[in-house]
């Protein structure tokens, strides 16, 4: 089955710790993104990725980093930079970035104690 | 300035009602949209794209587009309680026409 596959769905980390967050698509999509949702909000996007070892930052990437080594995978580390990292995280995928449909994993929500 | 707002809610339909979801944008260049909707605790699901002005109608769900009026909204025909969610709009508003999403609109369908 085509799709996007976030893991791990549920992730709790110690304050101060990094944390690396998965995404492995096998869409054959170009473009990639990680989004990030606080509850009762919309989505705000993190980073995105228009090929393979090029990615842009998005409106809130402070205390964040990412990869895109392969086309299918687009990891993204929370470090101990970002100050509010309890998140319900999102990556999306689609054939391109300017006006495509974007398809979203099943999300994973890490919490920071 | 928000690139895209949305009629904010929650919004409470009874079951077999009209809802009726908006979104206004503010890049005049946008040539497509999209909604997606979230169930409570779940990643956000495309339901809709439109490109063109008019109407959309697929199955109860019928999308609008006014690009002079920088209007899009949503209409859910014989709502049911399973399309109880949060409904977001979205748009390629960023510098690389990149996804921008609205706040979302929580909808209720009481039985």
Redesign the interface.
């Given at each position: 089955d085509g799709g996007i596959t976030q893991s791990p769905k549920y992730l709790f980390r110690k304050e101060g710790q990094n944390v690396t967050l998965s995404c492995e698509q096998n869409l054959n999509h170009d473009?990639m993104?990680w989004?990030r949702q606080d509850p009762g909000?919309?989505?705000r996007?993190i980073y995105?990725s228009?090929i393979v070892n090029d990615f842009?930052k998005?409106d809130i990437a402070e205390g964040y980093s990412v990869s895109r080594e392969k086309k299918e995978s687009f990891p993204l580390t929370v470090t101990s930079a970002q100050k509010n990292p309890t998140a319900f995280y999102?990556c999306?995928s689609?054939w391109g970035?300017?006006?495509?449909?974007?398809?979203?994993?099943?999300?994973t929500r890490l919490t920071v104690v | 300035q928000k690139e895209v707002e949305q009629n904010s809610g929650p919004l409470s339909v009874p079951e077999g009602a009209i809802a009726s979801l908006n979104c206004t944008y503010s890049d005049r260049g946008s040539q497509s949209f999209f909604w997606y909707r979230q169930y409570s605790g779940k990643s956000p699901e495309l339901i809709m794209s439109i490109y063109s002005n008019g109407d959309k109608e697929d199955g109860r769900f019928t999308a609008q587009l006014n690009k002079a009026s920088q209007y899009v909204s949503l209409l859910i025909r014989d709502s049911q309680p399973s399309d109880s969610a949060t409904y977001l709009c979205a748009f390629p508003g960023g510098s690389a026409r990149q996804l921008t999403f609205g706040s979302g609109t929580q909808l209720t369908v009481l039985p």
């Open positions: 473009a993104y989004y909000q919309g989505l996007l995105y228009q842009q998005g999102l999306a689609s970035v300017s006006g495509t449909e974007a398809f979203f994993g099943q999300g | -």
